[in-house]
Nanobody, 125 residues
Framework: QVQLVESGGGLVQAGGSLRLSCAAS????????MGWFRQAPGKEREFVAAITPNGRSTDYADSVKGRFTISRENAKNTVYLQMNSLKPEDTAVYYC??????????????????WGQGTQVTVSS
């Protein structure tokens, strides 16, 4: 079992940067692929980024590629999302997700996966 808590959201101006953190409990953290999703009001949840358990492979949605970077520190049970060159369309609640390996988070989060409660990111123009 993994429990996830996101932090680091807030209000930033377009073009600015923000780093989100996801703190995970449990000693099985290193066995999980980790990812970030986001959901804007009235819209469906969408995939943002994912990282393999060993941190050596990452995957990004086309909309954030080149601007966002996902990373993890397994010794700290923490996953990060560095967001640069933020745009108003990045405004959403950002959720941390964990899936037992092997899993493809881009394909969707399933019944065996875990979610955090989300953190609000608002980008002003």
């Amino acid at each position: 079992q993994v429990q996830l808590v996101e932090s680091g959201g807030g209000l930033v101006q377009a073009g600015g940067s923000l780093r989100l953190s996801c703190a995970a409990s449990g000693r099985t953290f290193s066995n999980y692929a980790m990812g970030w999703f986001r959901q804007a009001p009235g819209k469906e949840r969408e995939f943002v980024a994912a990282i393999t358990p060993n941190g050596r492979s990452t995957d990004y949605a086309d909309s954030v590629k080149g601007r966002f970077t996902i990373s993890r520190e397994n010794a700290k049970n923490t996953v990060y999302l560095q967001m640069n060159s933020l745009k108003p369309e990045d405004t959403a609640v950002y959720y941390c997700a964990a899936g037992p390996w092997p899993t493809d988070l881009r394909a969707g989060v399933g019944p065996r996966d875990y979610w955090g409660q989300g953190t609000q990111v608002t980008v002003s123009s």
